[in-house]
């Protein structure tokens, strides 16, 4: 048991105090009485002042040293994790049962997250296999259905140069080689979700891999009024996966024309910090509602009849490969901005284990 003499000692010693002024006092109004007498009087009085010394040391011991000695052990017990301790002067009338109550109190709602802090992470667990499995059985599937729709596509192909040109089938088949694409990609899209491949993360010129990407998505806006614009700012050698970069900012580039009805603009910068290159794409299309902000980069969550809501996802996963991020802001009726983060230090955990040059053999989404 451990003794603390401090709290005690400042208890007691003005008393004590008070009581050897009493005993001077006393010397002082007995100094006619006679000398034995006097000597008797005092070993009296000062036998009484030590009594109450040891009274109120015995009594602070019992009535506040005892409960302070109980409630560090159960603070003890709680640190190492039993959120079932709990002091028994919680009952007492006083100061120091209101403490008592208070940590118990406290002792109490801590268990209580504690549990719902499980339940929640055993229903997350629950569900992430059951999702897991779910990806396993949707990738298969993907796998099994790629080969025969790559004959079916080729088929079709052919199908449709052997047409003549006034046949009127031709647009029905136009349309089946459309469709079929379309389930390409997805099937595609599903896939790289499902099994990523090793990435090939290494430094080089940022800009360079932004611009080749907005490029190739000017040829889906030829025919539309969209201004794409691309302002690249001064970037040190950022260390990117050229292949996986192009992808997610056309991601955001596609999600960004589909979301302009009749004219509009989307604007590409890029920029630097001392810890984080950025790419942000802004688009002045619909916005996105608040209720579905909290969502868009959840897998399969999309608001388009067509879409596979994969690829925010997607690119939110290629971001954290990296080591970085993407964040967004987006007022409904406004138009939305994206913005990826790419740590400028080469994130090594991701370097060790993926120098081998991935081939993107990705269709695009749409
Ligand atoms: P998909 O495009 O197949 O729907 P995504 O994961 O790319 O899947 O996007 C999910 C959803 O996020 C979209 O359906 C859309 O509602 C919303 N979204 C994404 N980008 C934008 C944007 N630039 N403007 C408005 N909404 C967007």
Redesign the pocket.
């Known amino acids: 048991m451990r003794f603390h003499a401090g709290w005690r000692l400042k208890a007691v010693l003005p008393v004590a105090l008070i009581l050897l002024a009493g005993l001077a006092i006393f010397e002082f109004v007995t100094l006619e009485v006679e000398a034995p007498q006097r000597v008797q009087l005092l070993a009296l009085a000062a036998g009484g002042a030590l009594a109450i010394c040891a009274v109120l040391l015995v009594a602070l011991a019992v009535l506040i040293q005892r409960p302070l000695v109980e409630l560090s052990r159960r603070m003890e017990e709680v640190r190492t994790g039993d959120l079932y301790a709990h002091v028994s002067f919680s009952q007492r009338d006083d100061d120091i049962g209101s403490l008592g109550r208070d940590f118990n109190d406290m002792v109490r709602q801590l268990r209580e997250s504690r549990d719902e802090l499980q339940r929640i992470h055993q229903t997350q667990m629950s569900r992430a296999e059951h999702l897991a499995t779910l990806g396993e059985l949707a990738a298969g599937l993907a796998h099994e259905v790629r080969n025969p729709l790559a004959g079916i596509a080729g088929a079709v192909d052919i199908l449709a140069r052997e047409l003549p040109a006034s046949s009127p089938s031709r647009a029905i088949v136009g349309d089946v080689q459309q469709e079929v694409r379309r389930i390409q990609g997805t099937l595609n899209e599903l896939l790289e979700y499902a099994r990523p491949k090793p990435f090939d993360i290494r430094p080089a010129d940022l800009n360079a891999t932004v611009e080749q990407t907005v490029n190739l998505a000017r040829q889906q806006i030829t025919t539309r009024p969209i201004q794409l614009r691309f302002h690249p700012g001064s970037l040190p050698p950022v260390s990117h996966d050229r292949l996986q970069m192009q992808r997610l900012i056309l ?2 580039l ?3 024309f ?2 302009i009805d009749g004219k509009g603009e989307v604007l590409v910068e890029t920029n630097a910090d001392g810890q984080s290159a950025r790419v942000r ?1 802004r ?1 002045t ?4 509602a608040p209720e ?1 902000l909290a ?5 399969f ?4 009849r ?10 939110r996963r290629i971001a954290e490969q990296h080591g970085g991020a993407i964040e ?1 802001r ?1 007022k409904p009726g406004e ?2 901005e ?1 913005v990826v983060r790419l740590p400028l230090a080469a994130p090594e955990l991701q370097m060790a284990g993926v120098n081998r040059n991935g081939q993107d053999e990705s269709s695009h ?2």
Request: aromatic share 8%; no cysteine; hydrophobic share 40%.
């Open positions: 991601n955001l596609l999600n960004a589909q979301a794409v688009d299309g619909r916005g996105i579905a969502n868009i980069f959840r897998p969550f999309t608001t388009k067509q879409g596979t809501g994969l690829g925010l996802s997607l690119s967004v987006s138009g939305s994206f989404r749409r």
